[in-house]
């Protein structure tokens, strides 16, 4: 029996998320629900439209110690999955990096598109399903798992 998992958001990190989440357990279906009418919004404009992907400091210590609040937090994701494996993910799906003066790195395109297209692309490629205009109003815990109750009165369910 495949496991259905959803991810809330579809931005960047749902992507990623999901995309991971698919290729690690391809016998699941894996959705994205986002409440807008598209997906990767953000990341389209981020980085003034060339898409800041990461930082070319590769001691996660250093790395969190540049996030104010709840930096220590992110040491241990950032030795599981740090700038090196970031940098590594996107080559290997055809999208070098360029390192810019001041450490930040941007698809050598310098187009953010360009990381719109290969999330975009590795969703499908792993099928993720991809639902815009869903938007999530509750979350409660069902019996068998989860139910999602989404802003038109409709339901999504997950077993837990």
Not at 36 to 55: D, E, M, Q, Y
Not at 134 to 148: C, D, S, Y
């Amino acid at each position: 029996m495949s496991k259905r998992v959803i991810i809330v958001g579809g931005g960047a990190a749902g992507f990623f998320a999901a995309i991971t989440c698919a290729e690690n357990a391809p016998d699941s279906e894996v959705i994205v629900l986002e409440k807008g009418p598209r997906f990767l919004g953000k990341v389209a404009i981020s980085g003034g439209g060339r898409c800041n992907v990461t930082h070319a400091c590769f001691d996660p210590k250093e790395l969190a110690s540049y996030y104010p609040r709840g930096g220590q937090a992110l040491v241990g994701p950032f030795n599981r999955f740090s700038p090196a494996e970031t940098i590594g993910w996107f080559d290997a799906r055809g999208v070098p990096l360029k390192t810019e003066a001041d450490g930040r790195m941007f698809p050598v395109t310098d187009r953010s598109q360009t990381i719109v297209d290969c999330l975009g692309n590795a969703a499908r490629a792993a099928r993720v399903g991809l639902r815009p205009q869903q938007e999530v109003i509750a979350v409660e815990r069902t019996p068998a798992g989860f139910r999602l109750r989404l802003k038109w009165a409709q339901t999504w369910s997950v077993s837990g």
